[in-house]
């Protein structure tokens, strides 16, 4: 995989949800995983966002700061009914700021399952030759 190439996929799971991503930078994986955990269940190729929202989120660890982004876009979800159709993050004290794109959920054309939670088994955020991959379950 080449160093400067970014992107995300869903593999299959039993009865959960698994996205892996790849970018070369930490930030942009987790960039990475929000999209690819979004795309998962609603089609946003064409929607626009109205709206930003912009959300620090801090962890002890790499995978942490993965799963904290991840809860923070499903809290969102969850809270206000939206889902960020983008997202772009930039290092803070002891994580990232996040500014998310949102977009009103039920504007879009749901196509999966919406996850409710995000499973710390097999989750994994590291450093490779080739840049930064992740993995993670979702709890759909």
């Known amino acids: 995989m080449a160093q400067n190439k970014a992107g995300h996929r869903s593999v299959p799971h039993t009865a959960d949800l698994r996205i892996e ?5 930490r930030d942009g994986c987790i960039r990475q995983a929000v999209l690819g955990a979004v795309e998962s269940f609603l089609d946003t190729s064409s929607a626009t966002a109205p709206e930003t929202r912009h959300r620090r989120v801090t962890a002890n660890s790499d995978d942490r700061l993965l799963v904290a982004a991840l809860e923070e876009v499903i809290y969102l979800l969850d809270t206000t009914g939206q889902a960020p159709v983008d997202v772009r993050l930039s290092e803070a004290d002891g994580g990232v700021d996040m500014t998310l794109e949102m977009v009103d959920a039920g504007a879009v054309p749901q196509v999966g399952a919406v ?19 992740c993995s993670l379950t979702l709890d759909v």
């Open 115 to 133: 996850p409710k939670a995000v499973s710390l088994n097999e989750l994994r955020l590291v450093r490779g030759e080739h840049g930064w991959r």
């Open 21 to 25: 991503a790849w970018a070369p930078t």
